[in-house]
């Protein structure tokens, strides 16, 4: 995001990280990172 110019990408990094690291203590961490980003996407 850096070279694209886009000024959002820190706080997108921020998410990110917070949501990995809050799904990888779940029982199953892949079914929570589909749904973000189907939540994301919608």
Do not use: H, K
């Not at 070279?3 to 079914?31: D, F, K, Y």
Request: cysteine-free; proline content about 5%.
């Amino acid at each position: 995001w850096l070279w694209t110019g886009w000024t959002s990408g820190s706080g997108a990094m921020v998410m990110i990280a917070v949501v990995t690291s809050l799904a990888m203590r779940l029982p199953n961490p892949r079914m929570v990172a589909i749904d973000f980003i189907y939540g994301t996407l919608a």
